[in-house]
C-alpha cells in the first residue's frame, strides 16, 4: 500500500460520493475497505471516507454483513465520548456502501511505538487510561470493540487520545462466526475465550487493553511465533507475563505488574467486569505509584518490532494514519479462505477457526502443531467447506431463508404497505407523533431498510402522526407567581424556563411572570399551539429595583421631593416646629440619607413649621405677678419695667399687643405702675 502522498491510481479519488463527499485522495487500503480523505460539501469540513469492498456485499451471506455493518454503524453513531471517533453518516451510492467518520490529524500507537521503542510508565497509564475512558462508554452502551490494538488507537496532533473502528470488526466476526466458524482478530491481542469458543464481551476488550499496556510498557508483545496458531495456543495456555519480566524492565514495581496481570487474567471472571472497573482499577495502582518511577521508561531502540514470520513487504499502514479517523483497513482480513495461512505484521488481522486451539498443558502438542501446520489447514479447509454447504443450504433452500426489507421509510402508507406486499412480506402498522415526518407518511420500518428478514416475516411500521401539538393555557400566565404558572405549563405538557439576568418592576411581585416567550424571545400568547415538550421561557419580576437613600435635610420640601421622586421613592412629608431650621425645609428623615432601599419605598420627612407660636394675652390691668405667670404658662419671659416707681404692682401696658402671635420663649416687657 503507497505512504500518504504517493500517486495512486484510483477511480473514486476525484468522484462526489453520493452527491455530497468530494473524495480527495486515498488514504489507505485493506482487504474489507479503502479509507479517503474527503470534504464533506455540505458541511464543509474534512471527513475520513470509508468504503466498503464491493465483493462483501455479494450474496446472501454479503447482505446478511452489509445489514450488520450498518447497524453497528448506527450505534457507533450514538455514541457520544472525546475518545472515540465519531460516526457521522453510512449510507449507499450505487454500489459504493460507504461510512463517514471524525478525521483525526495524528499518527496512530503503532507508528508512536514504532518511533520510541517503549513509553515512559506515566504515558503508558495515561494513553491506556483514555482508551478504557473511552471503551467505558461504548460498553454502558452495551457495544463491544473487539479490535483493540495499537492501529486502532489514534494519537492527534493536539494531545487527544482516540479509539476508532467501531462497528466494522464486530459485523464481520458475526457473521463469519456464524456462516464459516471463524474468529477475526489481531492474534497478538485476541483473549482465550474469542479463539477457543468465538465468545466476547466487555472483558474481551480489557483483555486487549492489558496486551497493549504490557507492550507500551515493554515495547514488545507478549506472545510471539512463527504462526498466528502458535500465537493463538500461547494466549490459550500461558498466562500473560509480568512486565518486569521483560529484557531491562526489572525495576517495574509490583503494583503495574499486578495491573497487567488483572486486565490480561486468561479466565474472563478474573479481569475487570468492562473498561469502567478496568478503569478504576488503573487509576488506584497510578496513584500508588512515585513521579520518579511514572517518568522512567524501558530501554528500547527505536523500531518496528515484528513476528519472525513478517513479510517486510506488507504494510500496516502506520503512514497513513496521520490523515484518516479510523485503524488501517490494511490491518482488516482479506478474503476468508486464506487467512489463517497468511503471515502477520503487529496489527494484521487474521481470521482463525473457532476452536482449532484449545485449553492443553502439554508443550509437546504445541510442538506437533508447529511439525504439522498443514493438518490444520486441511481441517480448517474441510470445516470451513462443512458449514459454507450447510450454512448455503440454510440460507438458500431452507427454512432460514431471507429477503431484504424495501426501501419504505419516507413513502406514504399505502405505498409502503404496497412495497412490502410486493416482496411477500407482512405488515403491522404502529402510530407515532413526528416533528419532521408529515403525518401519513413512514417514519421508520423494523427491520430497517435494506436489513435482511425471514421471507415469512413481518415489517413493522412507524406511521407519523404529524407534530404533536398542544396548547398553551388559556388563561393569562402574566402576573402569576412562579409555582402556579410552571404548574399550568406542566399540565398542558410543556416545560418550563426561565430568563436569566434581573428583571425589577416596580408593581409585580417578586416572582411574578411579566413576560411569556419562546426560545427567541417572540411572546406566547394564551391558547397558542406549540410542539408537546416545547420550553417556554418566563421573565419573572425581582420587585422593585435596589436604590441607595440620599439626604434631603436642610434641603426645601418641594426640592427634597423631586430628589426622592426621581429615585422611584415615595415621599411622606410631616411638619414640626423647630427653632433652628427655617420653615418649609427638612428638618430630618426617615430612613436616613445612604441607607439601602429598593424602589416604592416610603421616606418620611420632617418638615420645619419655624418657630412654635402663642397668642398674646390681655394683661393691662393685671397684677405683674399673675401677669409674668401667665407668660409662663405659654412659653414666654416677662420682664418688668416701672414707672413711678410701681408702687402698686399693676401692668399698665405690654410690649406685644394683645391676640398678636409671638413665638414661644420671647421676651415681654410689662410696664408696671
Do not use: C
Not at 508483545?221 to 498466528?228: I, K, S
Not at 521508561?297 to 518496528?304: G, L
Not at 412659653?635 to 402671635?661: C, H, I, M, W, Y
Request: aromatic share 4%; glycine share 10%; proline share 6%.
Amino acid at each position: 500500500m503507497p505512504p500518504v502522498g504517493a500517486t495512486v491510481t484510483d477511480p473514486l479519488v476525484g468522484r462526489l460520493v453520493d452527491g455530497r463527499y468530494e473524495v480527495v485522495q486515498r488514504i489507505a487500503r485493506g482487504g474489507m475497505a479503502t479509507v479517503y480523505l474527503a470534504v464533506d460539501r455540505r458541511l464543509d469540513r474534512d471527513v475520513a471516507l470509508k468504503v466498503m469492498h464491493p465483493h462483501l456485499a455479494e450474496g446472501r451471506a454479503g447482505a446478511d454483513f452489509v445489514a450488520r455493518f450498518r447497524r453497528e454503524a448506527r450505534a457507533a453513531a450514538r455514541l457520544t465520548h472525546p475518545g472515540l471517533v465519531g460516526v457521522y453518516d453510512q449510507g449507499l451510492d450505487g454500489d459504493t456502501s460507504y461510512l463517514t467518520m471524525e478525521y483525526v490529524d495524528g499518527v496512530n500507537l503503532r507508528r508512536h511505538l514504532s518511533e520510541r521503542g517503549s513509553l515512559s510508565v506515566g504515558e503508558a497509564l495515561g494513553v491506556a487510561e483514555q482508551v478504557l475512558d473511552a471503551l467505558g462508554a461504548a460498553h454502558r452502551a452495551g457495544l463491544v470493540h473487539r479490535d483493540v490494538k495499537p492501529e486502532n488507537v489514534l494519537m492527534a496532533t493536539d494531545g487527544r487520545i482516540k479509539v476508532a473502528d467501531f462497528g466494522l470488526a464486530r459485523a464481520v466476526t458475526e457473521v463469519t462466526s456464524t456462516t464459516t466458524g471463524t474468529v477475526f482478530g489481531t492474534v497478538a491481542y485476541l483473549s482465550p475465550e474469542l479463539v477457543v469458543r468465538g465468545e466476547s464481551d466487555a472483558r474481551t476488550d480489557v483483555y486487549a487493553t492489558g496486551v497493549l499496556l504490557y507492550e507500551m510498557l515493554t515495547g514488545a508483545q507478549p506472545f510471539t511465533g512463527e504462526t498466528p496458531i502458535q500465537i493463538a495456543f500461547q494466549h490459550v495456555n500461558n498466562d500473560v507475563p509480568a512486565p518486569s519480566d521483560a529484557d531491562g524492565a526489572s525495576w517495574l514495581p509490583v503494583e503495574v505488574d499486578e495491573l497487567v496481570g488483572a486486565l490480561a487474567a486468561r479466565e474472563p471472571e478474573d479481569r475487570p467486569a468492562d473498561a469502567g472497573a478496568a478503569l478504576a482499577l488503573l487509576r488506584r495502582t497510578r496513584t500508588a505509584l512515585d513521579p520518579a518511577t511514572l517518568a522512567r521508561r524501558v530501554d528500547r531502540d527505536p523500531v518496528v518490532s515484528l513476528p519472525q514470520a513478517t513479510d517486510p513487504e506488507q504494510d500496516t499502514g502506520s503512514s497513513a494514519v496521520g490523515a484518516r479517523a479510523a485503524g488501517d483497513p490494511a490491518d482488516e482480513p482479506a478474503e476468508p479462505g486464506d487467512a489463517t495461512t497468511r503471515l502477520e505484521t503487529p496489527g494484521r488481522t487474521v481470521a482463525l477457526p473457532i476452536g482449532a486451539v484449545t485449553v492443553s498443558g502439554s508443550p509437546a502438542a504445541a510442538t506437533a502443531r508447529r511439525r504439522r501446520p498443514w493438518r490444520w489447514v486441511v481441517a480448517a479447509v474441510l470445516l470451513l467447506a462443512a458449514i459454507g454447504g450447510g450454512t448455503w443450504w440454510y440460507l438458500a433452500v431452507g427454512p432460514g431463508a431471507y429477503t431484504t426489507v424495501p426501501a419504505v421509510s419516507g413513502l406514504a402508507e399505502d405505498d409502503a404497505l404496497g412495497a412490502l406486499d410486493a416482496a411477500e412480506l407482512a405488515s403491522d402498522v404502529v402510530r407515532a407523533f413526528d416533528d419532521t415526518v408529515p403525518s401519513g407518511d413512514v417514519v421508520s420500518a423494523d427491520p430497517g431498510d435494506g436489513e435482511r428478514v425471514r421471507k415469512d416475516g413481518t415489517v413493522t411500521l412507524t406511521v407519523s402522526k404529524g407534530v404533536d401539538l398542544v396548547a398553551m393555557p388559556a388563561e393569562t400566565l402574566v402576573g402569576k407567581l412562579q409555582a402556579d404558572a410552571e404548574a399550568l405549563l406542566t399540565a398542558a405538557g410543556l416545560d418550563a424556563d426561565y430568563v436569566e439576568g434581573d428583571h425589577w418592576d416596580d408593581a409585580a411581585a417578586v416572582g411574578a411572570v411579566l413576560a411569556v416567550t419562546d426560545a427567541d424571545g417572540t411572546p406566547v400568547e394564551p391558547g397558542q399551539a406549540l410542539r408537546r415538550g416545547s420550553t417556554v421561557l418566563l421573565t419573572l419580576s425581582d420587585g422593585p429595583e435596589p436604590v441607595r437613600i440620599v439626604s434631603v435635610v436642610g434641603a426645601t420640601l418641594d426640592e427634597a421631593t423631586a430628589q426622592l421622586r426621581g429615585l422611584g421613592l415615595v415621599v411622606a412629608p410631616e411638619e414640626a416646629f423647630s427653632d433652628t431650621v427655617e420653615a418649609g425645609r427638612v428638618i430630618s428623615q426617615t430612613p436616613e440619607g445612604g441607607a439601602q432601599g429598593k424602589r416604592t419605598d416610603t421616606v418620611t420627612l420632617q418638615v420645619s413649621k419655624g418657630p412654635e407660636t402663642v397668642a398674646m394675652p390681655n394683661l393691662t390691668g393685671k397684677q405683674y405677678n399673675e401677669a409674668a405667670a401667665a407668660l409662663e404658662a405659654l412659653g414666654l419671659k416677662a420682664e418688668r419695667r416701672n414707672v413711678l416707681g410701681g408702687l402698686f404692682g399693676t401692668v399698665r401696658d405690654q410690649s406685644v399687643p394683645a391676640e398678636q402671635q409671638v413665638a414661644k420663649g420671647t421676651t415681654i416687657t410689662l410696664t408696671v405702675v
